[in-house]
């Protein structure tokens, strides 16, 4: 069995041989299986929490090993969660969605949990890998599948201060606070939105048309969640359009307006009943904050959404 350990919010697993390892990584990760793997591998992973279902996990292997996420597991054990690795030393390979990127020092890139993945490391090697929920980032950024399976250079500077960030998260770990933990969970999801939007080329185009619209009008629900009125109907009337025409723009962007509308405010409940500093507030004080009039219909679509009812959550 593998060894572990427990330093305040740090947990460390040591492991020797392919058992002991694809029950660490299956544990700290998602369930896993390996490929191959050398005799007399050695591997240890020592990961934080930051947020529920956010981690920064360092990661040492000794020795050839092949990880998979294989179709079968992304099946059967499925799971929603995006996961950036930075290559520290050593080489690898991440192969998803048809893609193979090779892994330098200095090099990362993310991979998708629900899609099957492989990951390569012929020799020893150490890395640090940020996982954090989907919606955390395609909240932010549109193109997350482009750029699954696709290089995150440290030649450029926005992946160079992601990855300066995550050196020294991971140095001042031992002596952060569960307030500074939630905090840079958010800064490192912003980070890596940024590289992402740095390496996917050149600045996106200001909007036009029909596009420019809808994010006029997603900008406002963003902004404007919180209040109760807010409806398309309501939104309809901010931007001199007709219902149906707001319902036909959200359309386009596989959604409905009042979807959305949901979707941000149960995005901003979230991130208050997982925030240390707001521990004090009842859960229909939050559920209040964040635009819903009814504490039944916020529990029923905070189950829909996350799997688990708010007080459940907050207690985790």
Same mark, same amino acid.
């Given at each position: 069995?593998?060894?572990?350990?427990?330093?305040?919010?740090?947990?460390?697993?040591?492991?020797?041989?392919?058992?002991?390892?694809?029950?660490?990584?299956?544990?700290?990760?998602?369930?896993?299986?390996?490929?191959?793997?050398?005799?007399?591998?050695?591997?240890?992973?020592?990961?934080?929490?930051?947020?529920?279902?956010?981690?920064?996990?360092?990661?040492?292997?000794?020795?050839?090993?092949?990880?998979?996420?294989?179709?079968?597991?992304?099946?059967?054990?499925?799971?929603?969660?995006?996961?950036?690795?930075?290559?520290?030393?050593?080489?690898?390979?991440?192969?998803?969605?048809?893609?193979?990127?090779?892994?330098?020092?200095?090099?990362?890139?993310?991979?998708?949990?629900?899609?099957?993945?492989?990951?390569?490391?012929?020799?020893?090697?150490?890395?640090?890998?940020?996982?954090?929920?989907?919606?955390?980032?395609?909240?932010?950024?549109?193109?997350?599948?482009?750029?699954?399976? =696709?290089?995150?250079?440290?030649?450029?500077?926005?992946?160079?201060?992601?990855?300066?960030?995550?050196?020294?998260?991971?140095?001042?770990?031992?002596?952060?606070?569960?307030?500074? =933990?939630?905090?840079?969970?958010?800064?490192?999801?912003?980070?890596?939105?940024?590289?992402?939007?740095?390496?996917?080329?050149?600045?996106?185009?200001?909007?036009?048309?029909?596009?420019?619209?809808?994010?006029?009008?997603?900008?406002?629900?963003?902004?404007?969640?919180?209040?109760?009125?807010?409806?398309?109907?309501?939104?309809?009337?901010?931007?001199?359009?007709?219902?149906?025409?707001?319902?036909?723009?959200?359309?386009?962007?596989?959604?409905?307006?009042?979807?959305?509308?949901?979707?941000?405010?149960?995005?901003?409940?979230?991130?208050?009943?997982?925030?240390?500093?707001?521990?004090?507030?009842?859960?229909?004080?939050?559920?209040?904050?964040?635009?819903?009039?009814?504490?039944?219909?916020?529990?029923?679509?905070?189950?829909?959404?996350?799997?688990?009812?708010?007080?459940?959550?907050?207690? =985790?």
């Amino acid at each position: 069995m593998a060894h572990i350990t427990h330093t305040g919010p740090m947990n460390a697993v040591h492991a020797h041989g392919a058992a002991e390892w694809e029950q660490a990584i299956s544990t700290g990760f998602v369930p896993l299986r390996l490929g191959r793997v050398a005799d007399g591998f050695h591997g240890s992973l020592t990961q934080t929490g930051l947020l529920p279902g956010v981690t920064v996990t360092t990661v040492r292997t000794r020795g050839d090993s092949e990880v998979l996420r294989t179709p079968r597991l992304a099946g059967s054990a499925p799971r929603d969660d995006l996961l950036f690795s930075l290559h520290l030393s050593g080489t690898g390979t991440v192969r998803q969605r048809g893609r193979e990127t090779r892994l330098e020092p200095g090099t990362g890139a993310v991979y998708d949990a629900a899609v099957p993945y492989s990951l390569h490391f012929p020799a020893s090697s150490r890395e640090i890998v940020l996982q954090l929920p989907r919606r955390m980032l395609s909240e932010r950024f549109d193109r997350v599948d482009e750029a699954c399976g =696709r290089p995150l250079s440290t030649r450029q500077p926005a992946t160079r201060v992601l990855a300066a960030f995550l050196r020294g998260l991971v140095a001042a770990m031992p002596r952060l606070d569960a307030e500074s =933990r939630a905090d840079l969970a958010w800064s490192s999801a912003e980070l890596l939105v940024t590289a992402l939007r740095a390496a996917a080329g050149e600045p996106r185009p200001v909007p036009e048309g029909r596009r420019a619209l809808l994010e006029a009008m997603r900008v406002h629900v963003r902004e404007r969640c919180a209040d109760p009125r807010l409806t398309p109907e309501v939104l309809a009337r901010r931007h001199s359009v007709s219902v149906r025409h707001v319902t036909a723009l959200f359309a386009e962007a596989g959604t409905s307006p009042a979807a959305f509308i949901r979707e941000q405010r149960l995005n901003r409940a979230h991130r208050a009943l997982t925030d240390p500093r707001q521990a004090h507030r009842t859960i229909a004080a939050i559920a209040a904050g964040a635009g819903f009039a009814d504490r039944t219909t916020f529990t029923r679509a905070f189950v829909r959404r996350y799997g688990a009812t708010p007080a459940e959550l907050r207690a =985790r």
